[in-house]
């Protein structure tokens, strides 16, 4: 009989946030195949588990997925987990539960921590409906665009930034999206847990500390109040026209509607400011 793939949620910071099922599951299992099994080792110490672990990262899980659909196929049950919370939320593993559905085994979630859930829970925005879209791309016209895509969405936005680019990455969602509130979770579940809600300007102002991976809750549109911004001057929305044309890959027609709607005016109004703006250019 074929064993069980289980995935498996295990806690992202206080290795007290652990089911008693998935303690059960970790116990019961021939192995355990880990994004890190150092990391893992911890968890598995704390709580007396000796069985046996095989990393399974980015970078090897093409490779070794085969030998783990084999095991499985001869009757050895696997649990799959990730340095912390959900697996392939963001974790690898996906490759391994398409090829284990594909070759016909069972596989069984067994739900848990999660910072996306916990840092929507925690941040008091609208929970009712959100998208979560990982990891900002890392470079900089990418994410600009990639957050010029993002503008017009009415869900709460939840993402994760590493510590060395959360300044980079607020900036630019200041000057993209304008001053939304943002909820800045940091270190969840941890000693040193930090989460605040304020507009983007007052967390740069406030500074903030790079270290431990941020879980990032941005306002939706559909639950914001207008603060009444005015139009930048018509060479600031010119550039911003063009670097959402350029490199965010809208026409014309869309970015003049997102400008519009991000500050308040009507399409007329910034039509004719960047074409007041051309024209004194020739």
Same mark, same amino acid.
């Given at each position: 009989?074929?064993?069980?793939?289980?995935?498996?949620? $295990?806690?992202?910071?206080?290795?007290?946030?652990?089911?008693?099922?998935?303690?059960?599951?970790?116990?019961?299992?021939?192995?355990?195949?880990?994004?890190?099994?150092? =990391?893992?080792?911890?968890?598995?110490? /704390?709580?007396?588990?000796? $069985?046996?672990?095989?990393?399974? /990262?980015?970078?090897?899980?093409?490779?070794?997925?085969?030998?783990?659909?084999?095991?499985?196929?001869?009757?050895?049950?696997?649990?799959?987990?990730?340095?912390?919370?959900?697996?392939?939320?963001?974790?690898?593993?996906?490759?391994?539960?398409?090829?284990?559905?594909?070759?016909?085994?069972?596989?069984?979630?067994?739900?848990?921590?999660?910072?996306?859930?916990?840092?929507?829970?925690?941040?008091?925005?609208?929970?009712?409906?959100?998208?979560?879209?990982?990891?900002?791309?890392?470079?900089?016209?990418?994410?600009?665009?990639?957050? /010029?895509?993002?503008?017009?969405?009415?869900?709460?936005?939840?993402?994760?930034?590493?510590?060395?680019?959360?300044?980079?990455?607020?900036?630019?969602?200041?000057?993209?999206?304008?001053?939304?509130?943002?909820?800045?979770?940091?270190?969840? $579940?941890?000693?040193?847990?930090?989460?605040?809600?304020?507009?983007?300007?007052?967390?740069? =102002?406030?500074?903030?500390?790079?270290?431990?991976?941020?879980?990032?809750?941005?306002?939706?549109?559909?639950?914001?109040?207008?603060?009444?911004?005015?139009?930048?001057?018509? /060479?600031?929305?010119?550039?911003?026209?063009?670097?959402?044309?350029?490199?965010?890959?809208?026409?014309?027609?869309?970015?003049?509607?997102?400008?519009?709607?991000?500050?308040?005016?009507?399409?007329?109004?910034?039509?004719?400011?960047?074409?007041?703006?051309?024209?004194?250019?020739?």
């Amino acid at each position: 009989m074929p064993g069980t793939l289980y995935v498996v949620a $295990t806690p992202i910071g206080n290795l007290e946030d652990v089911t008693l099922r998935a303690l059960r599951i970790l116990r019961e299992v021939s192995l355990i195949a880990a994004e890190d099994t150092r =990391r893992t080792a911890r968890l598995l110490q /704390h709580y007396s588990i000796s $069985t046996r672990t095989t990393s399974l /990262h980015d970078h090897n899980e093409r490779v070794k997925t085969p030998e783990l659909i084999a095991r499985l196929q001869a009757g050895e049950s696997i649990a799959l987990v990730s340095d912390a919370g959900t697996p392939l939320v963001s974790d690898p593993g996906t490759h391994l539960v398409a090829a284990a559905h594909t070759a016909g085994m069972r596989v069984e979630p067994i739900p848990g921590p999660s910072a996306v859930m916990a840092a929507l829970s925690g941040s008091g925005l609208s929970a009712r409906e959100f998208l979560f879209v990982g990891f900002p791309p890392s470079r900089a016209n990418a994410r600009t665009a990639w957050m /010029h895509r993002l503008l017009q969405e009415q869900r709460a936005i939840v993402l994760y930034e590493a510590p060395h680019r959360i300044q980079a990455t607020l900036g630019v969602l200041l000057e993209v999206m304008g001053d939304r509130r943002v909820g800045l979770c940091r270190e969840l $579940t941890k000693i040193h847990e930090n989460l605040v809600v304020r507009p983007i300007s007052a967390h740069l =102002r406030e500074g903030l500390e790079s270290r431990g991976e941020f879980t990032v809750v941005i306002e939706g549109t559909g639950s914001r109040t207008p603060i009444g911004q005015t139009l930048p001057e018509p /060479h600031v929305l010119a550039l911003e026209f063009g670097e959402m044309t350029n490199f965010g890959g809208l026409n014309r027609r869309e970015g003049i509607k997102i400008l519009s709607k991000k500050y308040g005016v009507s399409t007329r109004t910034v039509f004719a400011t960047i074409e007041k703006t051309r024209s004194s250019v020739e």
